[in-house]
């Protein structure tokens, strides 16, 4: 049944709760309950709260725990929520077939397709069952993950794609650019297959989408509701190979979690935390998957002289004098992405900022930290109070150039 707003409408799943009520009256104690109940089945596919959750009954193959989560799922979950009843398990070709979702190169839709599987090695899969069918992918190599927390698969998954798929924007796969991730533009290329363990499902779609968004820029995101709550605004300085391959620009605004920023080494730029006055910090990204994505340690990046003077300022204080990295040239760290240890948000106005002021000043800088203080000398270059004197001129050439109004706060106003 659907609604007129084309949602399908949610009902209670009354098998599933009854099947809890009895693992929860054979339990001896609560904790025994928590364990077997966290079953990603009985969570919310998109926020993953358990409790009060009601199934789609279009696919019924994946529950919400409330109608916004269920609207906010939607545009993802209807390009295989009514193909979902067409592969029930008992319209196999043979038993030893398995549902899969093939993400094709020219389609802008995903669809569910049966695969030829082996059960005798699921758990080993090097996807060469697959290797000789390229509408499967065709490729030799598996992308697996297990699920994250933010992830709602039900089994392991696997990607397969050809890794040998010429780099160019032709081949982008068109399905996986569709998946809600502009900005993202994720470089998968040629179809790629997502299969797991035994059919996969609904939710294990969801979980797939998540990864594409989130992988392997797994530390930013789009969206900070969708996935962990309080995330911070950071922005992501693209590698020049990434700018040329996929047309993105050399700044990108991105969100990151907090939790994401634990997980992953994040460095304080100390000259220039001191300089401007803001706990600036940088992180690289070395978790690009190699099939995909044209990045290798030493990719310029045409924005990261910044983090270069920081580090070069840094070597000559003897604050990181141990850091090989701070003598190499300018230009060579890849992707990276620029945050503020104080959670405050950095936008890509803010970035350009520090490197108009350090490539306009690059002279004094030289001279400064050849002083025997180089940091009292460039502190005379740069301090919070000159940054804001510079500011206004800065906006106002910035949108002449940019021939819009940017209303973004100063790095001091935010
Ligand atoms: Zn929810
Ligand atoms: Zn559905």
Same mark, same amino acid.
């Given at each position: 049944m659907f609604e007129a707003d084309g949602l399908p409408t949610s009902t209670d799943n009354t098998s599933t709760s009854a099947s809890l009520q009895v693992l929860a009256s054979s339990a001896n104690n609560g904790s025994q309950i928590t364990v077997t109940t966290a079953?990603?089945?009985?969570?919310?596919?998109?926020?993953?709260?358990?409790?009060n959750v009601k199934a789609c009954t279009g696919c019924r193959s994946v529950k919400y725990c409330s109608r916004t989560c269920q609207k906010t799922d939607w545009p993802v979950h209807k390009l295989l929520c009514c193909s979902f009843k067409a592969f029930a398990t008992d319209k196999k070709p043979s038993p030893s077939h398995v549902r899969a979702i093939l993400f094709p190169r020219d389609s802008r839709t995903p669809c569910f397709v049966w695969v030829p599987a082996n059960p005798e090695n699921l758990d080993e899969r090097d996807g060469s069952e697959f290797a000789?069918?390229? /509408?499967?992918?065709? $490729? /030799?190599e598996f992308q697996n993950?297990? $699920?994250?927390?933010?992830c709602a698969a039900t089994q392991k998954l696997w990607f397969m794609f050809d890794i040998t798929y010429p780099k160019k924007k032709d081949n982008l796969n068109r399905a996986i650019l569709n998946l809600g991730a502009p900005g993202l533009g994720?470089?998968?290329? $040629?179809p790629v297959l997502g299969c797991g363990t035994s059919d996969v499902d609904m939710r294990d779609f969801r979980a797939m989408v998540d990864f594409f968004v989130l992988h392997? &820029?797994?530390?930013?995101?789009?969206?900070? &509701?969708?996935?962990?709550?309080p995330a911070v605004h950071g922005v992501r300085l693209n590698s020049e190979s990434m700018v040329k391959a996929y047309?993105?620009?050399e700044l990108e605004g991105v969100y990151m979690t907090k939790s994401m920023i634990k997980k992953s080494s994040r460095m304080r730029l100390d000259a220039l935390s001191q300089l401007f006055e803001i706990p600036i910090a940088w992180h690289v990204t070395n978790d690009f998957p190699g099939a995909a994505d044209p990045y290798k340690d030493g990719d310029p990046n045409p924005m990261s002289y910044i983090v270069s003077v920081s580090r070069q300022i840094d070597a000559i204080q003897k604050i990181d004098p141990d850091d090989s990295r701070s003598t190499k040239a300018f230009g060579d760290y890849g992707t990276i992405f620029i945050t503020r240890l104080d959670d405050k948000p950095v936008y890509a106005l803010h970035v350009e900022l520090w490197h108009e002021l350090l490539q306009w000043k690059s002279g004094e800088i030289k001279k400064a930290c050849n002083t025997a203080n180089p940091i009292n000398a460039l502190a005379k270059i740069f301090n919070k109070k000159k940054t804001l004197e510079y500011w206004p001129g800065f906006l106002m050439r910035h949108r002449l150039v940019q021939g819009e109004l940017d209303e973004r706060p100063s790095p001091y106003e935010v």
């Open positions: 079953n990603s089945q009985s969570n919310c596919v998109l926020c993953l709260k358990a409790g000789s069918d390229a /509408s499967f992918g065709g $490729g /030799s993950f297990n $699920g994250s927390p933010f994720l470089p998968w290329l $040629g392997p &820029h797994n530390k930013a995101i789009l969206d900070p &509701h969708r996935y962990f709550g047309d993105l620009p």
